[in-house]
Every structure is written in structure tokens, then in C-alpha cells.
Nanobody
Framework: QVHLVESGGGLVQAGGSLRLSCAIP????????MGWFRQAPGKEREFVAA?????????YRHDSMKGRFTISRDNAKNTAYLQLTSLKPEDTAVYYC??????????????WGQGTQVTVSS
């Protein structure tokens, strides 16, 4: 069982920023490619971003996300991050951290966190 622990969600005004964090306690974090998904109310879950196990490759679902969201990781701290900036009300969603063991960038994952709520007020 791979257990992901997320933190950092909350309520923020439009234009604000948040940083989401994700750790995998008890596992060799650098063995995992990491990703983030989100699910807005009444919508399907969508892929947001991915980073490979070394952190030198990243992939974003949309160019607009690449400009406002940044995925990163610190293997020394066993933590992945999703920096959210210039937030809009339509970014309101539950954000999920994901992990897949291996060296690649992934858009499908076997391991999921419990989700952290991000709410952007207008």
C-alpha cells in the first residue's frame, strides 16, 4: 500500500497563490513519478501536471496551466509540490496528488492521495 499525504489547500481570493505539498511516508520517494489531478464540482477529474522521478522533466495539461501552475519536487525532503498562482474561481476543485513507480512522466497513476480542497473566491 502506497499512502500519499497531501497538504496546503485552502480558501484564497482570486489572483492569490497556494502551494500544495505531497509526501509518501515510508517509501523511497525518488522512485516515483508524481502528478496532480483536480476535480471541480460537477465536472470530471482532469490531469493537471506531472514530474518525473528526478525532477528534470515536467508536463502540463494546458499551456495556461504551465503559465500559472508549477510542479516541482525536492527528493531530499521527500515532497512534491504544485505551486498555484494567479488563481481564478474556476480553479476551485479538489486537487489530488498521484504517484507511479518508475522513471517516466505519467498521466495515469495507480496511487492517489485523499485530495485537498482549493477554493478561490471572486
Amino acid at each position: 500500500q502506497v499512502h500519499l499525504v497531501e497538504s496546503g489547500g485552502g480558501l484564497v481570493q482570486a489572483g492569490g497563490s497556494l502551494r500544495l505539498s505531497c509526501a509518501i511516508p515510508g517509501r523511497t520517494f525518488s522512485n516515483f513519478g508524481m502528478g496532480w489531478f483536480r476535480q471541480a464540482p460537477g465536472k470530471e477529474r482532469e490531469f493537471v501536471a506531472a514530474i518525473n522521478w528526478s525532477g528534470d522533466l515536467t508536463y502540463y495539461r494546458h499551456d495556461s496551466m504551465k503559465g500559472r501552475f508549477t510542479i516541482s519536487r525536492d527528493n531530499a525532503k521527500n515532497t512534491a509540490y504544485l505551486q498555484l498562482t494567479s488563481l481564478k474561481p474556476e480553479d476551485t476543485a479538489v486537487y489530488y496528488c498521484t504517484a507511479e513507480e518508475g522513471p517516466d512522466l505519467y498521466t495515469e497513476y495507480n496511487h492517489w492521495g485523499q485530495g485537498t480542497q482549493v477554493t478561490v473566491s471572486s
